[in-house]
């Protein structure tokens, strides 16, 4: 059974940089995507992008440019940093394992195991 | 970015029902399309990709359907612990897109 656990400072200071790091046990890093999604304060979810084990990566469009996501199959973690937060990057953040399924003539990737999340407020 | 929108928003119902989620996409997404179930304070959980496969060891009253734009949810007969949010997501194309959430409360 896969876990996640996600850890970090649950206050940043607006302008500064969020540092969350996800810690996977029961699997191996070097099979799958692996995923940070984030849920404001009762509001809904959004992708904000992955890391493959090989290191490639996919963001948000929408963060700007201020979003880096990392792996270190060793430690068995993924990290995400964002930078520049302001009060809008307050959310509960999830790290998740984004799985290959395939079906028909293609493979996509999906959500299938989720760590329990870490909330982050951004305030001065 | 590929738009998704639930509907309704919110819906009441009693435990027995049978309960029909939908949710359409701004353009076709073929059967790239998963279900999570969300619960308060809780992580979401996969509930049904691949549009209609139902992800392991999630009860059989949960099926979905549709392909293109268009997909739906159903729960054929809501159970106590079926009390919650769902978000449909669409994995055909980057970024991810989620729908705006469903909540299902007790009528």
């Known amino acids: 059974q896969v876990q996640l656990q996600e850890s970090g400072p649950g206050l940043v200071k607006p302008s500064e940089t969020l540092s969350l790091t996800c810690t996977v046990s029961?699997?191996?890093?070097?099979?799958?995507?692996w995923s940070w999604i984030r849920q404001p304060p009762g509001k809904g979810l959004e992708w904000i992008g992955y890391?493959?084990?090989?290191?490639?990566?996919k963001y948000n469009p929408s963060l700007k440019g201020r979003v880096t996501i990392s792996i270190d199959t060793s430690k068995k973690q993924f990290s995400l940093t964002l930078s520049s937060v302001t009060a809008a990057d307050t959310a509960m953040y999830y790290c998740a394992r984004d799985d290959l399924y395939c079906g028909g003539a293609s493979c996509r990737e999906v959500l299938d195991y989720w760590g329990q999340g870490t909330l982050v407020t951004v305030t001065s | 970015d590929i738009q998704l929108t639930q509907s309704p928003s919110f819906l009441s119902a009693s435990v027995g029902d049978r309960v029909t989620i939908t949710c359409r996409a701004s353009?076709?997404?073929?059967?790239?399309l998963a279900w999570y179930q969300q619960k308060p304070g809780r992580a979401p959980k996969l509930v049904i990709y691949?549009?209609?496969t139902l992800q392991s060891g999630v009860p059989s009253r949960f099926s979905g359907s549709g392909s293109g734009t268009e997909f739906t949810l159903t729960i054929s007969s809501l159970q106590p612990e079926d009390f919650a949010t769902y978000y449909c997501?669409?994995?055909?194309?980057?970024?991810?897109?989620f729908g705006q959430g469903t909540k299902v409360d007790v009528k």
């Open positions: 029961g699997g191996s890093l070097s099979t799958s995507y």
């Open positions: 997501q669409q994995l055909d194309s980057y970024p991810r897109t």
């Open positions: 691949g549009a209609s």
């Open positions: 353009q076709d997404i073929s059967s790239y």
């Open positions: 890391v493959y084990y090989s290191g490639s990566t």
